[in-house]
């Protein structure tokens, strides 16, 4: 089956610095990718759709200046919290779309900001 | 954007017992859901998915019925097993993507 991987898997960061986050498809290509936002016993929240050559397309709320997204290539989506704070700490999951209606999940990254 | 929500936050059934969990939606426009299982510090896992032209589907041990009138739709488990611990999310499609319901923790007592 379709296998996405996300990397680093967790990263600890200092107030005020940024964190880059990437999300893989490993044997498929994807043109578009989601990014979700996790807090502890929380659901997914829907953060934006990253779409293959062109911008982002960010969820109501969320703030496309802090949370830049880039799908450079059909196999790599990057999510970079720029000027983390603790309150953006939480677990950051992507999906890649495979086909209509499917998508699969990578396995988070969790981001604690200290 | 489509608002999913479940009833119950927690569930505890014993070993073998059958599971229901449930999920309410708001938006009539949805014509696909998907039922995601989530065990603790990973990604959501498929389980299984229905089209709204359908009221029923089953897959091995699970079954999702959909109810369009009362906007409802359930994951009944078979034969739960401590494997089946986890949390429970139905998603809604609405254009295309997908958002997620609070979810429901599936404790297995063995």
């Known amino acids: 089956g379709a296998v996405v991987s996300q990397h680093p898997s967790w990263v600890i960061c200092k107030s005020g610095t940024s964190v880059k986050i990437e999300c893989r498809s490993l044997?498929?290509?994807?043109?578009?990718m989601f990014w979700y936002r996790q807090f502890p016993k929380q659901s997914l929240m829907l953060m934006a759709t990253s779409n293959e050559g062109s911008k982002a397309t960010y969820e109501q709320g969320v703030e496309k200046d802090k949370f830049l997204i880039n799908h450079a290539s059909l196999t790599l989506s990057t999510l970079t919290v720029t000027s983390a704070h603790p309150e953006d700490s939480s677990f950051y999951i992507c999906?890649?779309?495979?086909?209509?209606?499917?998508?699969?999940f990578g396995p988070g990254t969790r981001l604690t900001v200290l | 954007g489509e608002s999913v929500g479940l009833h119950l936050p927690t569930l505890s059934v014993q070993e073998g017992d059958n599971s229901i969990i449930n999920c309410a939606y708001s938006?009539?426009?949805?014509?696909?859901f998907i039922w995601y299982k989530q065990e603790s510090g990973k990604g959501p896992q498929f389980i299984i998915d229905i089209r709204s032209n359908m009221d029923k589907r089953q897959g091995q041990r699970v079954t999702v019925l959909l109810n369009k009138t009362v906007k409802h739709l359930s994951l009944q488990i078979a034969a739960t097993q401590p494997g089946d611990s986890a949390v429970y999310f139905c998603?809604?499609?609405?254009?295309?993507?997908?958002?997620f319901g609070s979810g429901t923790k599936l404790n297995v007592k063995p």
């Open positions: 999906s890649a779309r495979v086909r209509e209606n499917e998508q699969f």
């Open positions: 998603a809604g499609d609405n254009f295309n993507k997908f958002y």
């Open positions: 938006n009539s426009a949805s014509d696909y």
């Open positions: 044997d498929f290509q994807a043109t578009t």
